[in-house]
Structure formats: structure tokens, C-alpha cells
């Protein structure tokens, strides 16, 4: 089995900070892509951010200048430093991992920002 674990969410207030981190573990062989995404009630889930096994990095629009995604491919884990954050940034937050054969999705991690 493949776990997909995030952490770091919780409540901060407009213009705060926070860190989330994601750790995969399990049989899986070779993780090619780490990112994130996000789903507000109602909402679909969007793309936050993504960085490749080489280091190439992708971000959503609202995410430019505000967030980085990082990842440290030997503990198989990546971290996504948000900062500036602004109520519309409150969702769950969702961590994937993929590699050729299978993508694979945490259950989320609560962020609310208070204005």
C-alpha cells in the first residue's frame, strides 16, 4: 500500500504563513511528480502547484509569488510554503504523488485564513 500523508494545515490570518508537508511512503517505486491542490465546498479542485523529479516547478496564478513548493526526493516528501495568505486561500489541501504507473492522493489537510 502507498500512504499519502499531509500536515501543517490549520487556522492563520490574512497576510500569516504556514507550511504544509506531505510524506508518501509505502511500495511504490519511483514518484516522477509531487504537488498539491486545493478544493473549496463547491468548488473543483484546482492545481496549486507541482515540481518534477528533476526539480521543474509549475504554479497556479493565484499561487505565484505567494507560495513554493519544494521537495526533498529522499525522504520522498514535499513542503508547500504558503505565505500572504488570503481568505479566499481556505480549502483542503491535497498532496499527489505520481510515477508511470499510478497517481496517488492524500486525504487532505484543513487551511482556513481569517480576515
Known amino acids: 500500500q502507498v500512504q499519502v500523508v499531509e500536515s501543517g494545515g490549520g487556522l492563520v490570518q490574512a497576510g500569516g504563513s504556514l507550511r504544509l508537508s506531505c510524506v508518501v511512503s509505502g511500495r511504490i517505486f519511483r514518484i516522477n511528480t509531487m504537488g498539491w491542490y486545493r478544493q473549496a465546498p463547491g468548488k473543483q479542485r484546482d492545481l496549486v502547484a507541482t515540481?518534477?523529479?528533476?526539480?521543474?516547478?509549475n504554479y497556479a496564478d493565484f499561487a505565484k509569488g505567494r507560495f513554493t513548493i519544494s521537495r526533498d526526493a529522499a525522504k520522498n516528501t514535499v513542503y508547500l510554503q504558503m505565505d500572504i495568505l488570503k481568505p479566499e486561500d481556505t480549502a483542503v489541501y491535497y498532496c499527489?504523488?505520481?510515477?508511470?504507473?499510478?497517481?496517488?492522493w492524500g486525504r487532505g489537510t484543513q487551511v482556513t485564513v481569517s480576515s
Open positions: 515540481i518534477t523529479s528533476g526539480g521543474s516547478t
Open positions: 499527489t504523488a505520481s510515477n508511470v504507473g499510478a497517481n496517488y
